[in-house]
């Protein structure tokens, strides 16, 4: 199994930034691609950005020149910096990984995982 920690989200004034981080552990064999996605109230899970084990990166057009998602795949982590924040970012984000683990009979099992996910809150 793998586990994903998410820290740093808060509440934050229109046009200011935060960044999300998120630390995978567990029996980790490969993490292909690491991602954020959001959920507003009422709303549906959305893609945020995510990033491949090789650096290419796709954005939501929505966050495209605002967010930037960076990855250490030594440590396992995946940050989102947020700049120019708008009240419509508003949401609860979560990371995901699309990550494999050794069985005990050291065959890959790969599924996607979640974090537990952060509350992210622009508002004056």
């Known amino acids: 199994q793998v586990q994903l920690v998410e820290s740093g989200g808060g509440l934050v004034q229109p046009g200011g930034s935060l960044r999300l981080s998120c630390a995978a552990s567990?029996?980790?064999?490969?993490?292909?691609?690491m991602g954020w996605y959001r959920q507003a109230p009422g709303k549906q899970r959305e893609l945020v950005a995510q990033?491949?084990?090789?650096?290419?990166?796709n954005y939501a057009d929505s966050v495209k020149g605002r967010f930037a998602i960076s990855r250490d795949n030594a440590k396992n982590t995946v940050n989102l910096q947020m700049n120019s924040l708008k009240p419509e970012d508003t949401a609860v984000y979560y990371c995901?990984?699309?990550?494999?683990?050794?069985?005990?009979?050291?065959?890959?099992?790969?599924?996607?995982?979640w974090g537990q996910g952060t509350q992210v809150t622009v508002s004056s």
């Open positions: 990033i491949t084990s090789g650096g290419s990166t």
């Open positions: 995901n990984a699309d990550a494999s683990t050794l069985l005990s009979d050291n065959t890959a099992q790969r599924k996607a995982y």
């Open positions: 567990g029996s980790i064999f490969t993490i292909y691609t």
